[in-house]
């Protein structure tokens, strides 16, 4: 494949930042119904608005031509969509001087362990799976359907299929708070990072998401209790800090949304399995590629066309903000953006 022209082809937002970073949710659906991320009765887009695998794949071709380097695949949760290891294996046939970097993917675990070593074969070197507990009980109460031992099994075989993984536990106030020690101890045994998430408001849930806010300023304070957090220089582009857990020698993250501005340094947009673009996580702004990918009297260039002008649109940043009886700040779940 002919190398794309930076000069012209990398994409560049109002102010200055450089786009490289695409998260594809591929489908909204989950088999899992964690209490943050979902309601129990959720209804799912109709099969006909989302995008079949192949014009995701297309449209990522896109992205990547125009200066993406980094693909992670997202959801609901993405290793539930059936037929979805083609568009991996299309998209790390990518990866490449010039192309992609990396294709890394966020799951919910529950379908690595027949899945973990195709996602290698494919390409995949990285993945975060999302394991906010190692008690059983409390892991069936946050996800409300899940089996943590069938997680666990999917974590050892991305392990064993040479797969780096990274947990992420979203920070939950009295459902999950004091299990971060055992958790970080855990994670060093098996040579896995741990990134913690505040809790985000994203989507109307069952609960009062004031009672679920915990700031990481306190889990940091606290876990500094039994363990020597370096500051680390690590740095993604997003919202994670990094620190360096002496004891362990893994990596420690923390994903502050609502109590520290990451938005200077973004690089990332966001597409769901409709063709919508979101520019930022916590805006409603976007941009309807779906209409354009389908249109047949666009070529390429429109297609192209229509994603800078997306980008020309990037906000300076979000306005999450957590308050007692406040609407969500955006009103979609995150399994629409998948994060
Ligand atoms: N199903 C996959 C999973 O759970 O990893 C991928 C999609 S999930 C929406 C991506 C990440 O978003 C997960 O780590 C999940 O814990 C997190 N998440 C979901 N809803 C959230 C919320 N309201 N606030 C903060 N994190 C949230
Ligand atoms: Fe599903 Fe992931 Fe949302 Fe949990 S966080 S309900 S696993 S999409």
Redesign the pocket.
Known sequence: MDKPNWGTARMLDPFGRRISYLRV?VTDR?D?R?V???AEDMTFLPKAEVLTLEELDRLCGAFIDLGVERIRL?????LVRKGVLSLFRSLGARIGAGGLQELT?????TQLAGMAEPLFAAGVRRI???L?TLDPATFKAVTRWGDLPRVLDGIFAAKAAGLAVKI???ALKGVNEHAYDRMLGWCGEHGFDLTL???????E?SGD?TD?YLPLSTVHARLSEHWTLTPSAHRTGGPARYFTVEETGRRLGF?T?LSHNFCESCNRVRLTCTGTLYMCLGQEDAADLRRPLRDPTLDRAGLDAAIRAAIARKPKGHDFVIARAAPPAVPR???M???
């Open positions: 949710s989950c899992l964690c943050y991320c979902m997202t959801g609901g949760e993405p993917v966020t799951t919910n675990g975060n799976v999302s906010d992420n536990a979203v998430i505040e809790t985000m408001p994203m989507g849930i998401r679920q994903i949304p779940h995150m399994s953006t998948g994060g």
